[in-house]
């Protein structure tokens, strides 16, 4: 076994390797950009050399920088973990020439499986099931089209390098055709450096379910069974499972021969992920195979007892697989989602700032967290926003995904705004309880996952202002100089009048304000025509007791000096931000007359001009940010007085891109 490995990664990608890694008595050696001089892999790896600036492509895409790294500091193999260089073919190969094990499969499996064209290519040869479509070396606008109607619409358009949703379309006319194809060429350039596409026929409510493979030096290659990936946005992966709600055992056999037949076509070496569509009839169809560790890989790992970083170190080391096929054997039910620091009300635009407060659930049996930073840590620009991934496991679906549920309940994230609240009710909605998802069912319904708006019912309201007058009279008293002074009661008493408290809280950005009277547990609220009277009132660290009109209630609860959080009878949670008690509503005169830039990115197109008329709503400029494309749209129809952004420059958040004429 080796004794000394990189990790050329970051985040909890390399915290997950290392965990293995000091398990193992393995010395650990981690790389780091400026912006994650500070970072927990840094603190946690046993030695951290600096590779250059923020941005990827000045450090954790260098491989020539990370492999003058490894022989400096005499590593013995180089970890990729998943993502950056883990499917870089060149890098591979510079690992092996200078004499550098590269923990991961065989440059050739690599190339072979990079390009998905390619990849379609062998599969046939091999017959994997393939979707119809067009993957040829003709990328011509005019070869396209015309492929395009031949295999009709509705057809997707893929990027024939990378994944992760990147340069992906769904088309479902051949008028959209031509500025699909242009869009998905520009996201394909930006992310992989490659233009080329492919098309594939759109299998309409399909699901997506992929298969662990592993392979050795040996010429063995097995399965680890699958994982359903179905719950997807906008082609990214919300919330993975294994086994399968789908899935019967001929077809899981079925799938998993199919794919170990694909891992075989290749010679793979170490672990990838062959992944399938399966439509509703259950035929299902290769899609691509990712030659690296998946993200999701924990659900895995969960349900079949193993580690997997822990095969491929076995593997590369030259090791023959721990387990033959028979051997393997699933129990339970495993769940992941990821925490995200990211608005899913503002289209899941991507966060960044300090982690002000990270509560998250302690580990145990039944629940796992894979994170690479800590409270007062800063989610940057540069990187995935994404902050923990949280794992359930139990004995079967409905216990795991109740599991994933007090899991998330218990998860607080103050700072950047999360999706925390999108995931719960994910967790609770109807198609994911009875495993009826499909891979676009997110895309169509979103607004169902989505906590809108709405006002809040006066329950709920009510039961944050008496988290809030608990918690205030508890500081109160916690700084009294005699706590049994009168003067150090919280009920704002004065002389010949019943106190009275204004209890101010925004939800949503509406402030709604609450009267009260009483205190140590005991009050008359009003919120306009509406009264209740709470007796017994108690404040615990994670749910408020009272009685609420006569009725005995417990309600999951959060709460410090800026926010409360309220679990409601249906589990969805609301986050209301305190407020002085006294304020008035201020409007930003200019707010619809310019567009500003929501978070730092760079400019990839400028759609309009200076003197233009345009219409509500109409596409004026598209920033990248974050790993995704945003359209800037005009906040109201009139003519455009200046422009004060061109493309490709880079822009701060709050930048004016744009102005409107009065």
């Known amino acids: 076994m080796f004794e000394r ?68 500091s005499g590593a013995q193999a180089i970890h990729p973990g998943y993502g950056f260089l883990s499917e870089n073919t060149a890098f591979a190969r510079a690992c092996t020439e200078a004499g550098i094990v590269f923990i991961g499969p065989r440059p050739e499996s690599i190339d072979a499986m990079g390009s998905k064209a390619a990849a379609k290519a062998l599969m046939e040869k091999h017959d994997v099931p393939l979707v119809p479509g067009y993957h040829g070396a003709d990328q011509s606008d005019e070869v396209l089209a015309e492929q395009a109607r031949r295999t009709g619409f509705p057809l ?144 895995t790992e969960e349900t079949l007892g193993l580690d997997l970083v822990e095969w491929q170190l076995h593997v590369a080391a030259g090791h023959p697989l721990p387990l033959a096929q028979e051997q393997i054997k699933a129990h339970g039910h495993a769940i992941e989602v990821r925490l995200y620091a990211e608005d899913p009300d503002q289209n899941f635009l991507p966060g960044s700032g300090k982690l002000i407060k990270l509560r998250l659930p302690s580990p145990s049996r039944h629940v796992r967290l894979d994170g690479g930073v800590i409270e007062g840590d800063t989610v940057t620009i540069f990187y995935d926003p994404m902050i923990a991934k949280l794992i359930a496991w139990d004995v079967d679906r409905p216990q795991a995904l109740q599991r994933l549920r007090d899991a998330l309940m218990a998860s607080e994230i103050v700072g950047p705004k999360s999706n925390i609240a999108f995931l719960e009710r994910l967790s609770r909605h109807p198609v994911v309880v009875e495993g009826r998802i499909d891979t676009g069912y997110l895309d ?106 006569g009725e005995s209630l417990r309600i999951p609860v959060l709460t410090d000096t800026s926010r409360v959080t309220v679990h409601d009878a249906q589990g969805y949670r609301h986050v209301f931000e305190r407020a002085a008690a006294f304020a008035w509503e201020s409007k930003d005169a200019a707010g619809g007359n310019q567009i500003i830039a929501p978070m730092p990115g760079r400019i990839v197109l400028v759609k309009a001009s200076a003197g233009d008329t345009v219409e509500e709503g109409q596409e004026l400029l598209v920033m990248e940010a974050m790993k995704m494309e945003l359209a ?31």
Not at 634 to 662: K, M, N, W, Y
Request: neutral net charge; aromatic residues 6%; hydrophobic residues 40%.
């Open 444 to 549: 169509r319904h979103l607004d169902q996952f989505l906590a809108g708006d709405a006002a809040p019912q006066a329950r709920n309201l009510f039961a944050a202002a008496i988290a809030a007058l608990i918690h205030d009279e508890r500081n109160v008293k916690a700084n009294a100089t005699d706590p049994h002074s009168p003067w150090a009661r919280a009920d704002a008493w004065r002389v010949g009048h019943a106190g009275k408290r204004i209890v101010a809280l925004s939800l949503h950005g509406q402030r709604h304000e609450v009267e009260a009277y009483g205190h140590d547990g005991n009050y008359l609220l009003r919120h306009g025509d509406t009264t209740c009277e709470i007796q017994g009132a108690r404040l615990g660290d994670d749910a408020l007791s009272a009685r609420f009109d």
């Open 5 to 72: 490995v990189l990790i050329a990664n970051r985040g909890e990608i390399a915290c997950r390797v290392i965990r293995t890694c000091r398990r193992l008595g393995i010395h650990t050696i981690a790389v780091y950009s400026e912006a994650d001089a500070h970072a927990q892999h840094v603190r946690l790896a046993d030695e951290a050399w600096p590779i250059g600036g923020p941005r990827p492509t000045e450090s954790y895409l260098r491989g020539d920088v990370i492999l003058d790294v490894a022989r400096k």
């Open 156 to 299: 997707m358009i893929k990027a024939a390098s990378g994944g992760g949703g990147k340069g992906m379309r769904i088309v479902r006319s051949e008028a959209e055709f031509a500025a699909a194809l242009a869009s998905a060429q520009r996201e394909a350039a930006s992310s992989f450096g490659d233009t080329r596409v492919i098309l594939e026929r759109y299998v309409e409510h399909p699901r997506h379910i992929e298969f662990q493979v592993f392979g050795d030096t040996q010429g063995n290659v097995i399965h680890l069974n699958e994982r359903e990936c179905s719950a997807q946005r906008r082609y990214q992966k919300v919330l993975e499972e294994t086994p399968s709600p789908f899935l019967d055992d001929a077809r899981r056999a079925a799938m998993g021969a199919a794919a170990v037949a694909a891992a075989k076509a290749v010679n793979y070496v170490g672990a990838g992920t062959v992944e399938f569509i399966v439509g509703q009839n259950g035929e299902f169809f290769f899609m691509e195979m990712n030659t690296r560790l998946q993200v999701e890989h924990p659900v």
């Open 632 to 662: 800037l749209k005009a906040p109201r129809a009139g003519s455009i007085a200046s422009i004060h952004a061109a493309q490709g420059d880079f822009v701060e958040a709050d930048t004016v891109l744009l102005r409107f004429a009065d």
